[in-house]
């Protein structure tokens, strides 16, 4: 059974800072990429950023110089670093990984549950 456990959101003030992580655990082959999404209660889903398996990163244009994508394949755990944070970065932060499970041959795509980030005065 394939688990993404997603930690490190929180309160914190404008301008200030978290750092989310995202574990993946369970039976797993390898770890294609990897992937921050939000999603604002009656909004879709959006791609904030994403990581390859060789290291390439994607920002969604709005956290471009404040957010950092990075991963630790060793521990199969990606994370988001997320700096001058703003009141409109409030919401729920999911992670996402497509990866091959371990004893399959296709690629399949995985979620957290999601953690709640909230900047507030």
């Known amino acids: 059974q394939v688990q993404l456990v997603e930690s490190g959101g929180g309160l914190v003030q404008p301008g200030g800072s978290l750092r989310l992580s995202c574990a993946a655990s369970g039976s797993i082959s390898s770890i294609n990429a990897m992937s921050w999404s939000r999603q604002a209660p009656g909004k879709q889903r959006e791609l904030v950023a994403r990581?390859?398996?060789?290291?390439?990163?994607y920002y969604v244009s709005s956290v471009k110089g404040r957010f950092t994508i990075s991963r630790d394949n060793n521990k199969n755990t990606m994370y988001l670093q997320m700096n001058s944070l703003k009141l409109e970065d409030t919401t729920v932060y999911y992670c996402?990984?497509?990866?091959?499970?371990?004893?399959?041959?296709?690629?399949?795509?995985?979620w957290g549950q999601g953690t709640q980030v909230t900047v507030s005065s």
């Open positions: 990581i390859s398996s060789g290291g390439t990163t």
């Open positions: 996402n990984a497509v990866l091959t499970p371990l004893g399959i041959r296709s690629v399949n795509n995985y």
